[in-house]
């Protein structure tokens, strides 16, 4: 499977790391869990860019075995940042391998592969404050009232 080349690509990765929000100003992050179909319809309108390391292949391999998510599987591990353009990263959440110190493992057996699974976790941030939504949500909930108080109004008259 073949995704387009955006320059709005989903970041896709199996770690999160603060740098990767780096590059943006205040905001609000969104966090939610995705399918595959939901990736593959994301990857299909903006293109997806992966960073993994060399020794995550096999885990790469699985996924796109299990899921026909169809990722490219990078030689080296590529450092990505979001920015104005490029808001969305998806966490490829693996559960039920060893770890070390709650990092993955290079290597596993065949057998521990087999015992993987995954779930994919969709992060976006919008350009606007958490704060800044909450005082507009506030101000639209007083000018409806104030709205539906004169169409209810009774007249004396």
């Known amino acids: 499977m073949s995704y387009p ?3 709005n690509e989903v970041f896709v ?3 999160l790391s ?3 929000f780096s590059g943006l100003g205040k905001g609000t992050i969104t966090r939610e869990e995705v399918s595959a179909d939901y990736l593959k319809d994301l990857f299909q309108k903006y293109g997806v860019m992966v960073s993994a390391k060399p ?6 391999e699985r996924v796109n075995t299990i899921y026909d998510l169809g990722l490219d599987i990078p030689e ?3 450092i990505i940042q ?3 353009k490029n808001r969305r990263l998806v966490l490829i959440a693996v559960q039920g391998l060893r770890r070390v110190n709650g990092s993955l493992l290079p290597e596993y057996t065949e057998e521990e592969f087999q015992e993987a699974t995954f779930s994919f976790v969709k992060y976006y941030v ?3 404050h958490y704060d800044e939504l909450v005082a507009e949500n506030e101000k639209l909930k007083k000018d409806l009232n104030a709205e539906i108080a004169w169409r209810t109004r009774v007249s004396d008259i």
């Open 13 to 15: 990765s199996f770690s």
């Open 126 to 128: 919008q350009s606007r």
């Open 55 to 60: 020794e995550q292949r096999k885990l790469l």
């Open 18 to 20: 603060n740098t990767m």
């Open 76 to 78: 080296t591990l590529k």
């Open 5 to 7: 080349k955006t320059g």
């Open 82 to 84: 979001l920015s104005e």
